[in-house]
Structures are given as structure tokens and as C-alpha cells.
């Protein structure tokens, strides 16, 4: 993987003529891989629209999807344009129903892309059983720890919340509705957050320090800048999440004439 990928939109729609035309948009800019969610006939639409874009998941969850439709959606696809980015294990033994799902993969001649990790626990499987990582709401010096426990030869590809917005009050809002679903209850991004050295009071109003430690916010060139950083510290790939735009595609086309072209 390289550069800079791009996550979509549109995770959840079932509208094929919609996912087509945001994949297609995609390639033209020049994004290096298109992130969906695990609906896979939206993979598929996806992939079919286009010519030279893999389009990975981030992620399928092996709580909701079978191992079996995604060696079929494997088998069916172009080779090499569908990424297989898993993760979603609900229940008491998570890495148990990871490892499980990666044996049924692993039988068909599948190898994971990436885990959805986060933990150092999930970070050794996707050492392990996968081709890397992909988290999501981490700083840069995390990204640095992943990358060395990961080693050189596995992915990190690193999920941003990209706000493009250059009042800090306004960015602020913007990451609270996705950060409300994700990290202000219990669960792995808290937890996670709360190993990174954030509090639970940094989490729950979104300090500064929060929104600067786990975001690109501001105009392109920052947000440039804070990318850089986490190519410094070891990612392969950042993924942008543009959240907060009225026009989110227009926004697409300038991150990618600042940051690809």
C-alpha cells in the first residue's frame, strides 16, 4: 500500500450507482485504495466500477459476516483489487473469533490485508495472521509504537479524521458526533485513548490537546503537515476521513491536489 488512501462517504448505503460513481471518483484523483465498510455487493459495485483502485474494508465484521461470503466475494473479484480488512469481534473472547475467522481465510488461500487493531494484543495477531494494521484515532508517536512492534514487512495503514475547517470551536464540533459514536462509551477506543495518555475528561469534551493529538484539521497545508507526521512515524498509508464539510467532495479534490498530485 501507499500514500494516501481514502475512506468513503457512503459506507452504508445499498445504492450500487452511488458507491460506483464515489469509487470511480476515487481513481481519478489519484487516492492509492478506497475504504469501505463490510457490506460486500457494495465491494463488489465498487471494485466493477473501477480499473486499477483496490477497495479495502475497514472493516468486516466477523461477528456479522461469514468467512464463506468473503471467499466467494474473494474468488469473484479482480485478484488483488479487494483487500480483506477485518475485525468487529463482539463477545468475551475477541481474539479467539478473529483467529477462528482467519483459520476459515486462511483454508481458502486468503490472507487477511489488515485487523482493525488497536491493543497490543490484536497488533501481535496482525503481526501474525495478517498483512498489518488499521487503526483508527491514534497520535503519531502510537503509530510509531505499532510500526515497531508490527515489524518493517507488515501494512500500518492509519485511519485520520480530516476536518477541514480552520476555526478550532467549529472542528471541535465536527469530530464530537463521529467521537460520541466511538469513544464516549466503554470500549476499545476509549481504552485505547486512555493508553495513548488521554483523559477521560479530554475524551468527553474534546480538549485541545485530543483534537490536536488525534486529528488533521485546518486548511490543506496543515492538514498536509499533520499527514507528514504520520508518515514520519512509520504509516504506509493514511486514510482520510473527511468529516465536517458541506462539500466533501470538493474537499476530496483538494486533499488530493495538496497531498497526491
Same mark, same amino acid.
Given at each position: 500500500?501507499?500514500?494516501?488512501?481514502?475512506?468513503?462517504?457512503?459506507?452504508?448505503?445499498?445504492?450500487?450507482?452511488?458507491?460506483?460513481?464515489?469509487?470511480?471518483?476515487?481513481?481519478?484523483?489519484?487516492?492509492?485504495?478506497?475504504?469501505?465498510?463490510?457490506?460486500?455487493?457494495?465491494?463488489?459495485?465498487?471494485?466493477?466500477?473501477?480499473?486499477?483502485?483496490?477497495?479495502?474494508?475497514?472493516?468486516?465484521?466477523?461477528?456479522?459476516?461469514?468467512?464463506?461470503?468473503?471467499?466467494?466475494?474473494?474468488?469473484?473479484?479482480?485478484?488483488?483489487?479487494?483487500?480483506?480488512?477485518?475485525?468487529?469481534?463482539?463477545?468475551?473472547?475477541?481474539?479467539?473469533?478473529?483467529?477462528?475467522?482467519?483459520? #476459515?481465510?486462511?483454508? =481458502? &488461500?486468503?490472507?487477511?490485508? !489488515? %485487523?482493525?487493531?488497536? *491493543?497490543?494484543?490484536?497488533? +501481535?495477531?496482525? $503481526?501474525?495472521?495478517?498483512?498489518?494494521?488499521?487503526?483508527?484515532?491514534?497520535?503519531?508517536?502510537?503509530?510509531?509504537?505499532?510500526?515497531?512492534?508490527?515489524?518493517?514487512?507488515?501494512?500500518?495503514?492509519?485511519?485520520?479524521?480530516?476536518?477541514?475547517?480552520?476555526?478550532?470551536?467549529?472542528?471541535?464540533?465536527?469530530?464530537?458526533?463521529?467521537?460520541?459514536?466511538?469513544?464516549?462509551?466503554?470500549?476499545?477506543?476509549?481504552?485505547?485513548?486512555?493508553?495513548?495518555?488521554?483523559?477521560?475528561?479530554?475524551?468527553?469534551?474534546?480538549?485541545?490537546?485530543?483534537?490536536?493529538?488525534?486529528?488533521?484539521?485546518?486548511?490543506?497545508?496543515?492538514?498536509?503537515?499533520?499527514?507528514? #507526521?504520520?508518515?514520519? =512515524? &512509520?504509516?504506509?498509508?493514511? !486514510? %482520510?476521513?473527511?468529516? *465536517?464539510?458541506?462539500?466533501? +467532495?470538493?474537499? $476530496?479534490?483538494?486533499?488530493?491536489?495538496?497531498?497526491?498530485?
Amino acid at each position: 500500500m501507499s500514500a494516501i488512501g481514502l475512506a468513503s462517504s457512503n459506507p452504508y448505503t445499498d445504492d450500487a450507482t452511488v458507491v460506483a460513481e464515489e469509487a470511480r471518483h476515487a481513481q481519478d484523483l489519484g487516492y492509492a485504495t478506497l475504504w469501505r465498510s463490510g457490506d460486500l455487493p457494495m465491494v463488489a459495485a465498487a471494485v466493477r466500477a473501477t480499473t486499477t483502485i483496490p477497495v479495502a474494508t475497514g472493516i468486516i465484521s466477523v461477528s456479522r459476516v461469514p468467512a464463506a461470503d468473503v471467499i466467494a466475494l474473494h474468488a469473484d473479484l479482480e485478484p488483488g483489487r479487494f483487500v480483506a480488512g477485518i475485525g468487529g469481534a463482539h463477545g468475551p473472547r475477541p481474539l479467539e473469533s478473529i483467529s477462528g475467522y482467519l483459520d #476459515e481465510l486462511d483454508s =481458502a &488461500g486468503i490472507r487477511a490485508g !489488515v %485487523l482493525a487493531a488497536l *491493543g497490543p494484543n490484536m497488533l +501481535a495477531l496482525a $503481526r501474525e495472521r495478517a498483512g498489518g494494521a488499521y487503526p483508527y484515532l491514534v497520535t503519531p508517536e502510537y503509530v510509531a509504537q505499532a510500526r515497531k512492534q508490527l515489524g518493517a514487512d507488515r501494512v500500518l495503514a492509519v485511519l485520520q479524521m480530516v476536518i477541514p475547517l480552520t476555526a478550532r470551536d467549529d472542528a471541535r464540533r465536527a469530530a464530537s458526533g463521529p467521537l460520541e459514536f466511538l469513544a464516549w462509551k466503554p470500549g476499545g477506543y476509549r481504552r485505547n485513548l486512555l493508553r495513548q495518555g488521554f483523559t477521560e475528561s479530554d475524551i468527553d469534551r474534546v480538549s485541545d490537546r485530543l483534537l490536536d493529538g488525534i486529528t488533521a484539521w485546518g486548511e490543506p497545508q496543515r492538514i498536509a503537515e499533520r499527514v507528514a #507526521e504520520y508518515h514520519a =512515524a &512509520g504509516a504506509d498509508q493514511v !486514510v %482520510l476521513r473527511v468529516v *465536517g464539510a458541506d462539500d466533501i +467532495a470538493a474537499w $476530496r479534490a483538494k486533499l488530493a491536489a495538496t497531498l497526491i498530485n
